[in-house]
């Protein structure tokens, strides 16, 4: 199993995150993807592989889209045939929930979602937004998402290759990846986990303008597209591993 983290200008959660992954999943390698944040993070980083997180620098901030698919591409290439879960490193995500999240993609053979339930203290621009997005995907493609933005992710070896064809540089990669799937009729599992937000949310680099524009532009695409094509699509090629019947066994290295 590798642990995914895409960072920009990490904070100071970085570190012990990698702490807590590396004590939840025996035996797993946490990759740290750092997006272009320069100079200032060197310090957050070199804690981080100090605490034993492999970590990859891009020169050039590029989008979270970019960072996750060059850490799928390093661990086809480095470390072929592990699993991979992506996490966030804003301390959105609790570590038990990592592993609940892991566990049920393990079970299943199928990517898996970890959603949230936005009860609570959310802020009402999370809470909207999720509750807009969610309507508008199930409008879209048919099938319920319940928590269409969410980072934490667990994607089966077999997976990663394909989702180095999924386009998007930024957060719309993500909502790519979900409208590939339902277009190549793959399953997707769903673990609800809890929802926290520190200060409001403020670490997350997420523009409310730019990348809803970017999110929503995908799903209207997708849309319009099965309003124009009447007949059923030719099915595309399996993935390695998970099939639009179901999953089947992969065989993993960890």
Known sequence: MIALVPVYRPGDRLPPLVTDLV????????????????????????????????????????????????????AGTERPGHDVVCVDADGQHRVDDVVRVADRMRATGAATLGVR?????????????????????????????????????????GMLGWLGTVPGDRFEYEMNVLLHAVRDGLPIEQVDIATRYHAGNSGSHFSALADSVRIYRPLVGFAAARLLSPAPPEPHPPVDGVTPAGPRPVTRAS
């Open 117 to 157: 339930r936005f009860d609570g203290e959310v802020p009402a621009r999370s809470r909207f937004g999720n509750a807009a997005t969610r309507a508008a995907f199930r409008l879209a493609t048919g099938r319920d998402v319940r928590d269409t933005q969410t980072g934490l992710r667990a994607y089966p070896a």
């Open 23 to 74: 004590a939840a999943l025996p035996g797993a390698s946490v990759l740290v993807v750092d997006d272009g944040s320069g100079p200032a993070a060197a310090g957050v980083l070199a804690e981080a592989r100090a605490r034993g997180a492999t970590v990859l620098r891009r020169r050039v901030n590029r989008g979270k889209g970019v960072v996750l698919r060059t850490g799928f591409r390093y």
